[in-house]
């Protein structure tokens, strides 16, 4: 394991039964990811005494498709201080995407058609988007954290959270950690006044506290892999709406193609992260192997992309538009994949992840001077940030998974004479890269809708507010 704080960073192998672990902090984070990394930066910059603790040791590996749209950049901008492509005017710390692709948009292929629609021109979202191995991404917002003066330890798994009464969604008292290393058995107790859970998609700590992830509603199941390939540099991300195996057969699922930027490691083994995906609900299970499907999706591009072999082939669950039962307690609160926040229409989570964090470290002082600490300002906080968007994009990728809807509709979209601008206004929608305070005709049709999601949500379930928890 290792730990480390502030500009005089200190990587330091610990010896048996020492530990680095405080016994006692102001604002304990769970997990190192963007969310945990963001809030823990965020805290520190506050001026808040933080520790962030990871079970494993960075530079660590996240299943995903690395990409970041410009809603990412945004969130990234903001947390960096200035733009991500340059060190920080914050900490110093090396450009986070310095050296990485500039993305212009996305190409969307399938139905016999192709289309490339450049990131729509936003007041808030930069027309850029860009692409980064998780291992290295998640390293250097760690460091950042580390930079911004939290305190960071890796190597040790909480276990276990103790809590004032009978509640779960009241008081956190403490955490227990267990240590990861081999051999070492050694247990430790976190005693902390705030709690922030950023464990990511496998949230023990959150499900003891109550958040419960509705896998019935909308959610992914997906598998990426990297692909060496001479087009690396590609300025467009990807994706393959229409998926067919060696027999032309059409399967369930879409594909994507991330532009690595040039060699990621020297020898050419990460062109791209190359990946797929499908939609799946408890009444319309996803039948479908994606890791059989990635190496079919691979072979359907292989001669165009001239890629080798995909390699790192891993796969995971995406929950998805904050289908969770709860988020927070008195003093706690979830973020990021713990929190369900993952576009249903793209799979995107690293944005939400970075923003959820932000926004709480913002929240906390209001917190501090309400009975019910977090309790209820955190949901109503995510609802409205997110609560309209996430319900319209539920219900869309609902939809999607009734077979043959997409082939119906797919080749209008593609090949029909308004296809530039209707991929246009898809691709602005399902990246999310709409703001309440847009006037246009594309955004406000979108945010009535929403409205009007939400709506029905509330009319069908009146007892209960299916997202972000009750
Ligand atoms: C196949 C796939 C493709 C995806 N593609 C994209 C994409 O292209 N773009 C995008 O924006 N999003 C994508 N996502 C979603 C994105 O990966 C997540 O939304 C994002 O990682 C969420 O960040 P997080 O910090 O909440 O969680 P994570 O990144 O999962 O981090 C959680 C951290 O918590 C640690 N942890 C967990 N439990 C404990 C514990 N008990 N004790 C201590 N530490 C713990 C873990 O080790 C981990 O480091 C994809 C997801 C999948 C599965």
Redesign the pocket.
């Given at each position: 394991m290792f730990l480390y704080r502030g500009a005089c960073r200190m990587r330091q192998w610990s010896a048996v039964n020492t530990t680095p672990l405080p016994s006692d902090c102001s604002l304990l984070v769970?997990?190192?990811?963007?969310?945990?990394s963001a809030v823990a930066a965020s805290a520190a910059l506050a001026g808040m005494d933080v520790t962030v603790?990871?079970?494993?040791e960075f530079p660590?590996d996240?299943?995903?498709?690395?990409?970041?749209t410009p809603r990412?950049v945004h969130a990234l901008t903001r947390l960096w201080g200035g733009d991500p492509g340059e060190p920080s005017p914050r900490t110093g710390s090396p450009g986070i995407l310095s050296g990485r692709p500039e993305i212009r948009g996305l190409a969307l292929h399938g139905f016999g058609g192709s289309v490339r629609t450049p990131w729509p021109d936003h007041p808030s979202f930069p027309p850029r988007g860009s692409a980064v191995p998780r291992t290295t991404l998640?390293a250097a917002l760690l460091d950042f954290a580390a930079a911004c003066g939290a305190w960071v330890v890796t190597g040790?798994?909480?276990?276990d959270v103790s809590h004032v009464g009978a509640s779960t969604a009241g008081t956190v008292d403490s955490v227990t950690f267990r240590s990861t290393e081999r051999d070492r058995k050694e247990t430790c107790t976190v005693r902390c006044d705030t709690l922030v859970l950023?464990?990511?998609?496998?949230?023990?700590?959150a499900r003891l506290l109550g958040v419960r992830w509705l896998r019935g509603l909308v959610h992914g199941v997906?598998?990426?892999s990297y692909c060496p390939t001479p087009y690396g540099d590609e300025p467009w991300i990807h994706s393959h709406l229409e998926l067919r195996d060696a027999e032309g057969v059409a399967q369930p699922g879409y594909g994507w193609i991330?532009p690595l930027g040039p060699e990621e490691d020297g020898e050419g083994t990460r062109g791209v992260n190359l990946?797929c995906?499908a939609l799946s609900t408890s009444r319309r299970p996803a039948k479908v192997n994606v890791k059989k499907l990635l190496g079919e999706y691979a072979d359907l591009v292989r001669g165009e992309w001239e890629l080798g072999e995909p390699r790192e082939i891993t796969?995971?669950?995406?929950p998805m538009g904050g289908a969770v039962t709860r988020v927070s307690g008195v003093n706690w609160a979830a973020?990021?994949?713990?929190a369900a926040l993952?576009n249903p229409l793209n799979?995107?989570?690293?944005?939400?992840?970075l923003e959820s964090a932000q926004d709480l470290v913002e929240l906390l002082p209001d917190a501090a001077a309400s009975p019910d600490g977090l309790r209820h300002i955190w949901p109503a906080h995510l609802r409205r940030q997110y609560g309209d968007a996430f319900s319209l994009a539920r219900r869309l990728s609902t939809l999607l998974t009734m077979p043959g809807l997409l082939s119906a509709v797919g080749p209008l979209g593609m090949r029909g004479p308004l296809s530039d601008r209707m991929m246009a206004a898809a691709t602005r929608l399902m990246g999310n890269l709409v703001t309440p305070a847009d006037r246009d005709l594309t955004a406000r049709v979108w945010l009535a809708a929403g409205r009007l999601s939400v709506g029905h949500d509330r009319y069908r379930h009146p007892d209960s507010r299916p997202l972000f928890g009750v």
């Open positions: 769970i997990g190192g990811g963007p969310a945990g603790v990871d079970m494993q660590r996240k299943t995903c498709g690395d990409g970041l990412a998640d040790w798994k909480a276990v950023a464990e990511g998609v496998r949230s023990g700590v997906a598998a990426r991330f990946g995906g796969s995971a669950l995406l973020v990021g994949d713990t993952v799979g995107e989570g690293i944005d939400y992840a």
